[in-house]
T-cell receptor
Framework: GAVVSQHPSWVICKSGTSVKIECRSL??????MFWYRQFPKQSLMLMAT?????????EQGVEKDKFLINHASLTLSTLTVTSAHPEDSSFYIC???????????????FGAGSRLTVL | DAKTTQPTSMDCAEGRAANLPCNHS???????VYWYRQIHSQGPQYIIH???NNETNEMASLIITEDRKSSTLILPHATLRDTAVYYC?????????????FGTGTRLQVTL
């Protein structure tokens, strides 16, 4: 089945530094990937839609200059948290859809997530 | 997207069937019912989806009422590893990748 890999699975950084998280579709191509954020004991919140070869679409309230998204190939999207602060500490999860699976259905495959802790 | 309502939490004894309800009274004709689950500190996992007919796969069964205003996810023989938050999502199939919006879900605790 479709597999989405995220790296790193966890990262600790100092306040003010930038952190890059990678999301790869391992055995399928994804023109669109989605980035979610999840705070403790809360549900997933969609941050942005990553589009291969074009600009990402950000959800209301998400700062595009702080959360940089690059989708340079059909199998890789990256999320960079710039000038990270403790309030950016969260669980970041990406997802993608393998169009070959469940033809016509809106089934997303999710990565295992990346836990960011900003000190 | 149609809004869904789920109980906040449920308990189930291991080996018994877990029946998780979901209300979606404003569902429209072209919207499907999707179920995902999230085990602690992992990404969500797709379980099953359906439009109006009942569906079954190796993980679960999905029962959708005739008026489509509610559905039930059934895990026939729950195990401890089924402890997770279960999300019911209603979404139209657009033929292209489209985002999923997650509610608060049901926290299922499977106990010995």
């Amino acid at each position: 089945g479709a597999v989405v890999s995220q790296h790193p699975s966890w990262v600790i950084c100092k306040s003010g530094t930038s952190v890059k998280i990678e999301c790869r579709s391992l055995d399928f191509q994804a023109t669109t990937m989605f980035w979610y954020r999840q705070f403790p004991k809360q549900s997933l919140m969609l941050m942005a839609t990553s589009n291969e070869g074009s600009k990402a679409t950000y959800e209301q309230g998400v700062e595009k200059d702080k959360f940089l998204i690059n989708h340079a190939s059909l199998t890789l999207s990256t999320l960079t948290v710039t000038s990270a602060h403790p309030e950016d500490s969260s669980f970041y999860i990406c997802s993608a859809r393998d169009i070959g699976l469940f033809s016509g259905a809106n089934v997303l495959t999710f990565g295992a997530g990346s836990r960011l802790t900003v000190l | 997207d149609a809004k869904t309502t789920q109980p906040t939490s449920m308990d189930c004894a291991e080996g018994r069937a877990a029946n998780l309800p979901c209300n979606h009274s404003t569902i429209s004709g072209n919207e499907y019912v999707y179920w995902y689950r999230q085990i602690h500190s992992q990404g969500p996992q797709y379980i099953i989806h359906g439009l109006k007919n009942n569906e079954t796969n190796e993980m679960a069964s999905l029962i959708i009422t005739e008026d489509r205003k509610s559905s039930t996810l059934i895990l026939p023989h729950a195990t401890l590893r089924d402890t997770a938050v279960y999300y019911c999502i209603v979404r139209a199939n657009t033929g292209t990748a489209s985002k999923l919006t997650f509610g608060t879900g049901t926290r299922l605790q499977v106990t010995l």
